[in-house]
């Protein structure tokens, strides 16, 4: 991990008290990289936590709920006072709660949700935490998207959780193109359909595979590539 600033890297990890975002905190931390599980319910997150640490895993919980500015704002301030770096930027937490349902059915405010979590949310801690690695001129963004949040492959039905990650997608264009000339790099992925809570018991991708691209993206080396959209390490399509 020579590439680094400090010799411990520090990444946030957001909706990780299960799933993808837990599973990516675990791959994080037997980097060697200081990793801090962030989860809205914090109950669930200080679990999450203690069954990493029965594990000889060893890393940090802070509450965060990323719909809330405020939340984002403390941690921020508790990163910078106890770290005073970001170099490692996971945005995960995202919810689904419009699967199956018409565009033309879905509730505004079941729209007006998903896009304030998985998309806002995701911005709202680049805005954050990107002007942080601006003055250490080093980070490592991922953005959890989804094969759903491909215009080229996308259908109809589930519209609110399909245009929050379309969004997530062309911020992270707009971001990368924005951060050229830095050594920040911003990318996009989608993990497939991954057995969780979300993704349900007979999805074919264990927690480990689900991870593995963003374990890459966020530990590229300073010649790897930025603003793009990646599944299984290989592009993907828009």
Same mark, same amino acid.
């Given at each position: 991990?020579?590439?680094?600033?400090?010799?411990?890297?520090?990444?946030?990890?957001?909706?990780?008290?299960?799933?993808?975002?837990?599973?990516?905190?675990?791959?994080?931390?037997?980097?060697?990289?200081?990793?801090?599980?962030?989860?809205?319910?914090?109950?669930?997150?200080?679990?999450?936590?203690?069954?990493?640490?029965?594990?000889?895993?060893?890393?940090?919980?802070?509450?965060?709920?990323?719909?809330?500015?405020?939340?984002?704002?403390?941690?921020?301030?508790?990163?910078?006072?106890?770290?005073?770096?970001?170099?490692?930027?996971?945005?995960?937490?995202? !919810?689904?709660? =419009?699967? @199956?349902?018409?565009?033309?059915?879905?509730? &505004?405010?079941?729209?007006?949700? *998903? %896009?304030?979590?998985?998309?806002?949310?995701?911005?709202?801690?680049?805005?954050?935490?990107?002007?942080?690695?601006?003055?250490?001129?080093?980070?490592?963004?991922?953005?959890?998207?989804?094969?759903?949040?491909?215009?080229?492959?996308?259908?109809?039905?589930?519209?609110?959780?399909?245009?929050?990650?379309?969004?997530?997608?062309?911020?992270?264009?707009?971001?990368?193109?924005?951060?050229?000339?830095?050594?920040?790099?911003?990318?996009?992925?989608?993990?497939?359909? !991954?057995?969780? =809570?979300? @993704?349900?018991?007979?999805?074919?991708?264990? &927690?480990?595979?689900?991870?593995? *691209? %963003?374990?890459?993206?966020?530990?590229?080396?300073?010649?790897?590539?930025?603003?793009?959209?990646?599944?299984?390490?290989?592009?993907?399509?828009?």
């Amino acid at each position: 991990m020579s590439q680094y600033l400090h010799d411990k890297p520090l990444a946030v990890v957001t909706g990780a008290n299960r799933g993808i975002g837990f599973e990516t905190c675990r791959q994080l931390a037997k980097f060697g990289i200081q990793t801090i599980l962030t989860s809205r319910d914090e109950s669930k997150g200080r679990k999450a936590t203690e069954t990493l640490s029965r594990e000889g895993i060893e890393l940090t919980y802070h509450q965060l709920d990323v719909a809330d500015l405020g939340s984002i704002s403390i941690l921020k301030s508790y990163v910078m006072d106890r770290y005073q770096r970001c170099d490692i930027l996971v945005n995960n937490a995202g !919810v689904f709660l =419009d699967r @199956g349902m018409s565009i033309l059915e879905v509730p &505004l405010d079941t729209l007006k949700k *998903t %896009i304030e979590t998985n998309f806002l949310g995701a911005l709202n801690m680049c805005r954050a935490f990107i002007p942080i690695m601006r003055d250490q001129n080093y980070g490592r963004i991922v953005n959890v998207s989804s094969a759903m949040g491909s215009i080229t492959r996308m259908g109809g039905y589930s519209s609110a959780y399909k245009l929050s990650k379309l969004l997530m997608n062309g911020m992270t264009r707009i971001s990368a193109d924005e951060l050229r000339g830095t050594n920040i790099k911003i990318n996009t992925m989608a993990p497939g359909w !991954v057995r969780s =809570d979300m @993704g349900g018991p007979s999805a074919p991708r264990s &927690l480990s595979q689900g991870a593995d *691209t %963003i374990i890459w993206l966020a530990t590229l080396p300073d010649d790897g590539p930025t603003g793009g959209f990646f599944e299984n390490r290989n592009p993907t399509a828009w």
